[in-house]
């Protein structure tokens, strides 16, 4: 048994209750099962846009605001087969869409670390439940990087798993060819546990694939005792990535992007850390460059939000979902109901998906989004090696920050939406290229969280975990003021 509902967890879950994490309640039972599994008796947050059978789903979204769910995520039922407990739905951006949780049309989160900031999004209700010791993990979903950003933004451990290595079935489409269901963990044993639990194919999903039988060449040779080797994203690749480019330097637009995407120096700070650490932990470091990387952000938003608009087509709320009180006819019924139903995030990447799709246009804008990923995930093979693992691997991961910026506040010292969507490149080339990704607390800079991650081959969870407990060797992960640990180690 592992949770033991020690004394004063009630109190300490009211008292948390501030960070404004659970949509609907949590609900904590005391009959755990008993067994071997290290996850038997654990309880788990679930981001609200993945299904679990009579609890809401509402995806932030005032369009599903009263929507229960009839059936179960097949990563949640694999969690609860294991014996983990569900303890509640974790607030997100209205379907994913967004980096703070502020997009949530429901209710606000707080960052743990200090209630004035964002716990960064979209699985920031993830994040910050962990942050805060409320459950030891969570499962998000990560699109462009919503699972690893909140995790930076809140000093957890966030995975990124390679695409298809986790069953989508039960997870609200957003942009279905970028993301996956993730998870968010106090520990780095943590996560691999969950990992291996929800990981591996399922019949419900046919993108879903088991990993190749044979292990990551690297992995071999690791075990004869040769030393890793990281390869780092170079400060000059990120000042090339961020620089704007030559022949539109009149745009203001673009200026502002490559403002957005520099880092804060609290940031620069714990990423040299991260190097320096690595390095004493003898690891070999070698400077790498993605040169396609200034590339991602267009090619991101042009693609998520082209999926969104078809995805999104279904909330029409014919079956379900908030209805107007009076529609002329099913048309003006529809119009009405997601008039009133969705935000403005999801309205305006309804809006340019539809335009980037348009007859005609497709050329300009979703072809050429299509090209530029094939070219980014060919940066990474090249260093990486492909998913058959065929070709052979430079290096066995690659190191890089999470987001320019630490946890940041609203109103003065906020991000404009379009800053934050700037400030995606680090993360949705991972998704990109299909890639796993782990991101992990490097150090605490001026009082918050800073992390980085870790960007490996297809299927090579385990080689970036393996790095990552290394670190946390040395580095614990650290808590927010207030913390308590109410459940035992991960093994
Ligand atoms: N910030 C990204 C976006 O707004 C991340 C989304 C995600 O991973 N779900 O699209």
Redesign the pocket.
């Known amino acids: 048994m592992r949770f033991i509902m020690a004394e004063g967890f009630l109190e300490y879950l009211k008292e948390w209750g501030k960070i404004g994490v659970f949509i609907g309640k949590a609900e904590f039972s005391q009959d755990f099962l008993d067994s071997d599994n290290p996850l038997s008796g654990l309880p788990f947050a679930v981001k609200d846009n993945i299904a679990v059978k009579g609890l809401p789903i509402t995806c932030g979204s005032r369009l599903l605001e009263h929507v229960k769910s009839p059936f179960t995520a097949t990563a949640v039922e694999r969690l609860k087969e294991k014996g983990a407990f569900i303890a509640g739905k974790a607030n997100l951006?209205e379907f994913?869409?967004?980096?703070s949780t502020d997009n949530s049309a429901l209710q606000r989160t707080n960052n743990p670390w200090d209630l004035n900031r964002v716990p960064g999004?979209?699985s920031g209700g993830s994040a910050a439940a962990v942050a805060a010791g409320l459950v030891p993990f969570a499962l998000g979903?990560?699109?462009?990087?919503?699972v690893r950003?909140p995790a930076a933004f809140c000093g957890v451990v966030g995975l990124k798993p390679t695409y298809g290595a986790v069953s989508r079935f039960g997870l609200v489409a957003?942009a279905s060819s970028l993301?996956g269901i993730g998870v968010l963990a106090d520990t780095t044993e943590r996560c691999r546990n969950v990992f291996a639990v929800i990981r591996g194919k399922d019949d419900k999903d046919q993108t879903s694939k088991d990993a190749p039988a044979e292990a990551p060449p690297l992995e071999e040779k690791n075990k004869k005792g040769m030393p890793r080797t990281i390869g780092v994203l170079s400060t000059s690749a990120i000042a090339k990535a961020i620089a704007t480019p030559a022949v539109q330097e009149s745009a203001e637009s673009l200026k502002r992007a490559a403002q957005a995407a520099a880092l804060e120096p609290e940031v620069a700070e714990g990423f040299e850390k991260a190097k320096a650490t690595f390095a004493d932990l003898g690891y070999r470091l070698v400077d790498v460059e993605i040169p396609s990387l200034k590339y991602g952000v267009p090619a991101y938003y042009t693609i998520?939000t082209a999926e969104a608009s078809a995805n999104l087509a279904r909330f029409d709320s014919v079956r379900y979902g908030v209805r107007p009180d009076w529609a002329e006819n099913p048309d003006d019924l529809i119009d009405k109901a997601r008039e009133a139903g969705f935000g403005d995030e999801v309205k305006l990447r309804i809006l340019l998906g539809t335009f980037v799709l348009r007859s005609g246009f497709q050329d300009r804008y979703y072809l050429r989004a299509q090209r530029i990923r094939a070219g980014i995930r060919a940066n990474f093979e090249a260093l990486l090696g492909d998913a058959e693992y065929n070709q052979p691997a430079q290096i066995d991961a690659i190191l890089m920050p999470v987001f320019p910026t630490r946890a940041f506040g609203r109103g003065e010292s906020s991000l404009s939406p379009f800053a934050?969507?700037a400030a995606?490149l680090y993360?949705?080339c991972a998704?990109l290229a299909g890639l796993p990704a782990l991101s992990f607390p490097a150090s605490v800079e001026k009082g918050l969280p800073v992390g980085v991650q870790l960007l490996g081959r297809a299927f090579a969870e385990a080689t970036l975990l393996n790095i990552v407990e290394d670190y946390e060797k040395v580095h614990p992960f650290p808590h927010p003021t207030g913390f308590k640990a109410f459940w035992d180690a991960a093994s």
């Not at 979903?141 to 919503?146: E, H, L, W």
Request: glycine share 22%; hydrophobic share 10%; with cysteine.
């Open positions: 951006d994913g869409m967004g980096s999004g979209s979903s990560d699109t462009g990087g919503s950003q957003y993301e998520a934050q969507k995606d993360t949705c998704n």
